[in-house]
């Protein structure tokens, strides 16, 4: 059992922990090495430490291994270092926190997708449907390549040391074909969310790097219901360099996000106009995984890759809160996108660059200070993740083993400190797990969490 607050603890082959009583009577040869003093809690090094300790023992056990791991800014990624769109949304926070949109599915409406590409984990993509002919059919092959590039920048594994640094990689997939040409009809894209809306596959969030300039009634009637059913629908605003409206980006229902180079000025092709709500990095090149080969990186430009960059932050938002609607999240981005352009609202760059620090932090300051996202457990060991807003800060931890007819055989406290971001910890040995803040913390949450 445990009770934390987290930091890298690693226990010598041998320790143990002894909890004193009072007027404990300690051999003079003996060294005892403070752990929590005023409740009597010592380490000694060895087994004949504690027999010679005697009657003045109250309880003991061996020590454990804990350990912490935290998302580095850089990642193992080979063209990491050429993703300058990262950089400047501060896509960096999501990793340190770990939030990689886990839970969440994403619907592409697009040109299908290679799911054999490596840089996708296996099982990331989930069975799709290509909605090209009279017949629906799950041959969603991407003849070309829209659609694998548009997937990549949202779930491009990270740190998988393949490819591209992903957004949100820890998202399902959830491709439907509408085309195998780069122009294609209204009715192809209404076919696609017909598809996607009646399939027995659900979705949190929609994604269309498409367009029309035809202000089509039915297409945007079927939006506004899927809207309505709590799904984010994400549009790019087109690449005609004027301000020429395209659809569904400019439906009032829908976020229409326009493009930034890497000077942050508008990309020359971005349309500018009311339908550009925000903007992302889309000029420039922007590098995703290919078509030519299942593990083949090539780069492009367009608002086609500004649309999923705020995509993935929609589905980093709803991993946290999946509660979060269209409207919800449009005032996040309202609240946080980093103004350019003219103070304020404008045409081109909408309400700002999104900033995926400033949206998270937003969104995180109002969950629990101090949170436990995922638990593992083996036969030996238990893993937790947990996840924290406060900055680095010293607590307690309590180590707690039960034996199978659940009376209590061993307990221990250890002081830790807590990670800004996300931490990860690892203890030997233990049933239940418990996690636990000091009242003399205040700002910390309370959290008990069990395993049976």
Known sequence: MLFLTSAAVYAAEGDYIVELGENAAVPYSLSLEPVAPSRGIYLVKSMEDVLALGDSVVSYCKDSEASLHSYPDTTNDPYFSYQWNLECIDAAFARKFDIRGEGVTVCIIDSGIMSSHTDFYENSVLPGINAVGEEYTSDVTDNLGHGTGVAGVIAAGINNSTGICGIADKVKIFPVKVTDSKTFSVSSILRGIEAAYTSPQSFDVLNLSLGTADNNTMLEEYIEKIVADGTIVVASVGNDRNSTLNYPA?????????????????????????????????????????????????????????????????????????????????????????????????????????????????????????????????DTDITFKIRSTLEDTASTILCADYSEDGTLSSAHYRDIVLKNGANSFTFTGGDTLFIWKPDMQPLMSRFEYRIF
């Open 250 to 378: 400019a439906f009032e229902s829908v976020i229409g996000v326009g493009s930034v180079d890497k000077n942050l000025s508008r990309s020359s092709f971005s349309n500018y106009n009311s339908s550009v709500f925000c903007t992302a990095p889309g000029g420039t090149s922007i590098y995703h995984p290919g078509t030519v080969t299942n593990s083949y990186i090539t780069r492009s430009s367009g608002t086609s890759f500004s649309s999923p960059t705020v995509a993935a932050a929609a589905a980093l938002a709803k991993s946290i809160n999946p509660s979060i609607t269209q409207s919800d999240f449009k005032q996040l981005l309202i609240d946080t996108c980093t103004d350019l352009g003219d103070e304020g609202y404008d045409t081109s760059f909408g309400h700002g660059l999104l900033n995926i620090r400033s949206m998270l932090e937003n969104e995180l300051s109002k969950q629990d200070n101090i949170s436990v996202y995922e638990v593992l457990k083996t």
